[in-house]
């Protein structure tokens, strides 16, 4: 069975798997995962499917993530699933494997301090054959991992894979990564956000759920620098509770610190209602889904 770390924990030598539902946290720590990398002089390549490579690019820039620099000095490249095997062929594990070899030599020889990769890894939904060689490559990868130059980090959308597939996937890798969880039931998730760093809230909150919503934002206000970003654009309702208690949170903050909140208009209406907007330090961005 998997470890389970934040996906700061990630080193040298690991095989990590996210298995997820919420796009935007996906996201959010795949963009982490490759600011991590360019930061250490890695040479970093996301192989992606689900979103296409110039989408991507873009929401790494929306994160701070100076991607086309980093792709124009040869850093970071992103490229679509099938880079990763043959332009016209089916996926081969083999061909996968030996790809990752020849990007690590590469590497290296280029003076990177190791290599880097994060893989969407939807193109295995494809059929069986795709979803057999997924096993064969996920079984006999680890022998690249032995030198400790190599960082590997897949993706599974839950929604997108089957529970028999999800299962092995956890077993095939030692680690598996995890926002940070300061709640998380059927109706509500509070977790943390690493890039823009703050919170994320998505679901529904009311009175009952302000522990571990204030919890989260005292974190975000003493772990963050000038910025704290409160990301609700996947809050489908909010009560004037919750809503006081983000709108004080800010408050607290000195002139110089500021806290963003993106929304939806129906939940900065609230925010509006219990007068969160005359809020010096605090910034409202609503934003439709």
Not at 34 to 45: M, N, P, W
Not at 183 to 200: E, V, Y
């Amino acid at each position: 069975m998997a470890d389970a770390v934040t996906v700061d924990k990630i080193v040298g030598g690991d095989h990590a798997c996210l298995t997820f539902t919420d796009p935007d946290e996906r996201l959010d720590l795949v963009a982490d995962f490759v600011a991590t990398g360019l930061r250490l002089g890695q040479r970093v390549i996301c192989f992606t499917e689900s979103v296409i490579p110039e989408d991507l690019s873009a929401e790494l820039a929306l994160r701070d993530i100076a991607a086309d620099d980093a792709s124009q000095h040869g850093q970071l490249a992103v490229r679509g699933s099938r880079a990763w095997w043959t332009p016209d062929g089916p996926a081969k594990s083999a061909q996968m494997i030996t790809r990752i070899a020849d990007e690590l030599q590469w590497a290296t020889t280029a003076g990177f301090s190791g290599l880097r990769i994060t893989a969407d890894m939807c193109w295995a939904t494809r059929g069986t054959a795709a979803v057999d060689e997924l096993i064969a490559f996920e079984s006999q990868a680890a022998r690249l991992f032995d030198d400790g130059e190599l960082i590997v980090f897949c993706q599974y959308d839950r929604d997108s894979f089957d529970p028999l597939t999800l299962a092995f996937a956890a077993d095939a890798h030692p680690k598996a990564v995890a926002a940070l969880a300061y709640h998380d039931t059927p109706l509500l998730r509070i977790c943390r956000q690493h890039r823009p760093p703050g919170i994320r809230v998505s679901g529904e909150i009311d009175y009952t759920d302000i522990a571990p919503l204030q919890q989260a934002l005292a974190e975000a206000l003493r772990l963050d620098d000038a910025r704290i970003h409160v990301n609700l654009v996947r809050l489908r309702f909010i009560d004037v509770t919750a809503a006081t208690a983000i709108a004080e949170a800010a408050l607290t903050l000195p002139t110089e610190r500021t806290m963003i909140v993106t929304c939806t208009e129906s939940v900065a209406a609230v925010l509006d209602i219990v007068g969160a907007a005359q809020a010096p330090q605090m910034r409202i961005l609503p934003r439709n889904l």
